[in-house]
């Protein structure tokens, strides 16, 4: 149980671009979801958080225009990377926490997507 | 100062070895403890979590906090090749929603 899956797995794109990643909770809803960068050997850093039905939560530093995120469902959320730049090339990790059931706020991690801009 | 700190490595050691990982900490007000194992090029999978001070076992693994140290440790006994990849710690303050802050991961190999 618990399974977070992303889609697509990794993407490559041309600068100016737009991509767009999806985060699913399998087997269960998520209220809330967060959208993590990671780049190499380093680790995650939170960009935003996303509840659904309302408007994302940006961290300091994190471009909300550039980062488009929509919490559609409480088993979706998505990632638009709007004009992708080289700089933008990373790894993106989405979690999900669970709506009910932990007093702590457990998260689920997908298996990233993996984008290079050229 | 980070709020997290992690030696990020890398640490190597023998198949068998007993490994320790470790995190300091600066907000005192932090309640939950994780471990996480990332493999390469994937998300990162939850091993331990506690909450408050004290120790919790899990098979080959045990974790440690002392909040009175800003300290948590995760031992891995018997090490295994498979446990090759990076443990990140986390910690989050208590009470509703609060967000995760990492530390940098420490990454691991373990060679037969």
């Known amino acids: 149980g618990a399974v977070v899956s992303q889609h697509p797995s990794w993407v490559i794109c041309k600068s100016g671009t737009s991509v767009k990643i999806e985060c699913r909770s399998l087997?269960?809803?998520?209220?809330?979801m967060f959208w993590y960068r990671q780049f190499p050997k380093q680790s995650l850093m939170l960009m935003a958080t996303s509840n659904e039905g309302s408007k994302a939560t940006y961290e300091q530093g994190v471009e909300k225009d550039k980062f488009l995120i929509n919490h559609a469902s409480l088993t979706l959320s998505t990632l638009t990377v709007t004009s992708a730049h080289p700089e933008d090339s990373s790894f993106y990790i989405c979690?999900?926490?669970?709506?009910?059931?932990?007093?702590?706020?457990?998260?689920?991690f997908g298996p990233g997507t993996r984008l290079t801009v050229l | 100062q980070k709020e997290v700190e992690q030696d990020p490595g890398p640490l190597s050691v023998p198949e068998g070895a007993i490994v320790s990982l470790n995190c300091t900490y600066s907000n005192s007000a932090f309640q939950y403890f994780m471990w996480y194992r990332q493999y390469s090029r994937k998300g990162p999978e939850l091993l331990m979590y506690t909450y408050s001070s004290g120790n919790k076992e899990d098979g080959r693994f045990t974790a440690q906090v002392d909040k009175s140290s800003k300290y948590i440790s995760l031992f891995i006994r018997d090490s295994q090749p498979s446990d090759s990849a990076t443990y990140l710690c986390?910690?989050?303050?208590?009470?509703?929603?609060?967000?995760?802050?990492f530390g940098a991961g420490t990454r691991l190999a373990v060679h037969p």
């Open positions: 979690s999900a926490e669970p709506s009910t059931g932990t007093n702590y706020n457990e998260q689920f």
């Open positions: 986390a910690m989050s303050l208590a009470g509703g929603y609060n967000k995760l802050i």
């Open positions: 087997d269960f809803q998520a209220t809330t």
